[in-house]
């Protein structure tokens, strides 16, 4: 069983910034990339950024130069550091990686179970 858990959701006024985790555990035998996504009520879920496991990242043109996404291979933990939030970033923001299961062998797309954020003006 495979799961991914996120943290660090929560209130923040525009212009702070918060730190998003995502950990992933269970019989895991390789992880390929990691990501975040988001979805706002009444709105589609949007990829954010994602990163390969050799650390090249891809980044929404709506949070380029805010947020900046990393990885701990180690861990098995996904980062997005999120500054200068807007209002409009307020939204469930989703873990997600594409991984090998060991019990399986077999590979797949796993999600997590989403966090809040919520930016005030």
């Known amino acids: 069983q495979v799961q991914l858990v996120e943290s660090g959701g929560g209130l923040v006024q525009a212009g702070g910034s918060l730190r998003l985790s995502c950990a992933a555990s269970?019989?895991?035998?390789?992880?390929?990339?990691m990501g975040w996504y988001r979805q706002a009520p009444g709105n589609e879920r949007e990829l954010v950024a994602n990163?390969?496991?050799?650390?090249?990242?891809n980044y929404a043109n709506f949070v380029k130069g805010r947020f900046t996404i990393s990885r701990d291979n180690a861990k098995k933990t996904v980062y997005l550091q999120m500054s200068s939030l807007k209002p409009e970033d307020t939204a469930v923001y989703y873990c997600?990686?594409?991984?090998?299961?060991?019990?399986?062998?077999?590979?797949?797309?796993?999600w997590g179970q989403g966090t809040q954020v919520a930016v005030s003006s």
């Open positions: 997600t990686a594409n991984i090998l299961s060991g019990l399986t062998m077999a590979w797949g797309i796993y």
């Open positions: 269970g019989s895991i035998f390789s992880i390929r990339a």
């Open positions: 990163i390969t496991a050799s650390g090249s990242a």
